[in-house]
């Protein structure tokens, strides 16, 4: 069974610096994490899969980075020069099957980002 818990959502001025911390269990092969904007459909933000292969979304390249613990059990967001529009719900997902990164079928909860202009 797999579980994934999100934390470190906040508010910060545009500009400003965020870290979101997913802890995992189970066994996976594919983490990203998607994001859902007031008004907006669900995207994706960035894939990493067991191979350490990595997939940014156009709109974070350069901004975010993701990262894992040597044990992987904790996912990470760090999220720079933020910019109002990245304003959303960011949750964490995952699947033990590659081939579901972009559908995954395990969630977090979600934790909320709000970068103010």
């Known amino acids: 069974q797999v579980q994934l818990a999100e934390s470190g959502g906040g508010s910060v001025q545009a500009g400003g610096s965020l870290r979101l911390s997913c802890a995992v269990s189970?066994?996976?092969?594919?983490m990203s994490w998607f994001r859902q904007g007031p008004g907006k459909e669900r995207e994706g933000v960035v894939f990493?899969?067991?191979?350490?292969?990595?997939t940014y979304a156009d709109s974070v390249k350069g901004r975010f980075t993701i990262s894992q613990d040597d044990a992987r059990n904790t996912l990470y967001l760090q999220m720079n020069s933020l910019k109002p529009e990245d304003t959303a719900m960011y949750y964490c997902?995952?699947?033990?099957?590659?081939?579901?990164?972009?559908?995954?079928?395990?969630w977090g909860q979600g934790t909320q980002v709000t970068v103010s202009s």
């Open positions: 990493i899969k067991s191979d350490g292969a990595i």
């Open positions: 997902a995952a699947d033990p099957n590659w081939n579901r990164c972009m559908q995954p079928r395990y």
């Open positions: 189970g066994e996976i092969s594919c």
